[in-house]
């Protein structure tokens, strides 16, 4: 299946990254039982500080590609800067990726040229991106495996695809979105549907990362159901190019 743009090549696209201005901010993933931070998640902020959707305003199908790999490349430079030792989430469009082989090319080179590691690096794909050929995405998957990487389901709970998606492929973690964690220390129905879903992953070998915890009473049914992987206001927000320490975490 031939997709817009591929016959043109992936690297002529890969190398024009002129077209965006951008920078990265890092949120931690932090392990409450280690009580230390597990990794970071590289999240697009404009070049003065300005939300993700005003950067993501400007992406259209002519330019997702090129964006795509202009972000993996900005994520893996900035965390090698800020000297980055723990794991990085780097998102990424499925739609986007024509050639999974091809198209991985700049991430090796990046990563090889800034020595950052490529077996620390998880790529995260959203639920909430409509995935158009579930055997491509499979196919993204299994490449990246190949290479070392660790892939991701980011956003379970609110997008399209739901267990019918993690049926047909197993990432190495699901990362349950604040839909689904917000107020379920109170709430029945969220309740047991999280504590199937973490049931799920764990005969699955899958990790789980409970995302938008912003209360302590979430996390404690979280922690009871057997999570210890969480992001959120309630520990840390993202910080523009710079990591935040275990010192800075909201324990």
């Avoid at 699955?204 to 999570?227: C, H, T, Y």
């Amino acid at each position: 299946m031939t997709r817009p743009g591929e016959n043109a090549g992936c690297a002529g696209e890969c190398a024009d990254h002129s077209q965006f201005s951008f920078v990265m901010a890092f949120q931690p993933v932090v392990d409450v039982e280690a009580r230390s931070i597990y990794g970071y998640e590289a999240l697009v902020r404009g070049a003065d500080g300005e939300s993700a959707a005003s950067v993501l305003a400007g992406i259209t199908e002519d330019n997702r590609y090129a964006f795509d790999q202009a972000c993996r490349v900005k994520a893996i430079e900035t965390a090698a800067r800020l000297g980055l030792d723990r794991r990085l989430n780097i998102n990424f469009l499925p739609n986007a990726v024509y050639h999974p082989e091809a198209c991985l090319r700049l991430t090796l080179m990046a990563a090889e040229e800034n020595r950052f590691p490529r077996h620390l690096i998880t790529f995260e794909f959203t639920e909430d991106e409509r995935i158009i050929d579930r055997d491509h995405l499979k196919a993204i998957i299994e490449t990246y495996r190949r290479y070392g990487f660790k892939t991701a389901l980011d956003d379970f709970g609110a997008g399209f695809a739901g267990l019918s998606l993690l049926a047909d492929f197993q990432p190495d973690c699901i990362k349950i979105d604040r839909c689904l964690v917000t107020g379920i220390d109170g709430d029945r129905p969220r309740q047991a549907i999280v504590s199937g879903l973490v049931k799920t992953a764990e005969m699955l070998g899958l990790s789980v990362v409970a995302e938008g915890v912003e209360r302590r009473e979430e996390v404690d049914f979280l922690r009871a159901q057997g999570i210890r992987l969480f992001q959120g206001f309630l520990f840390a927000r993202p910080a523009i190019e710079s990591l935040v320490p275990d010192k800075g975490i909201n324990w």
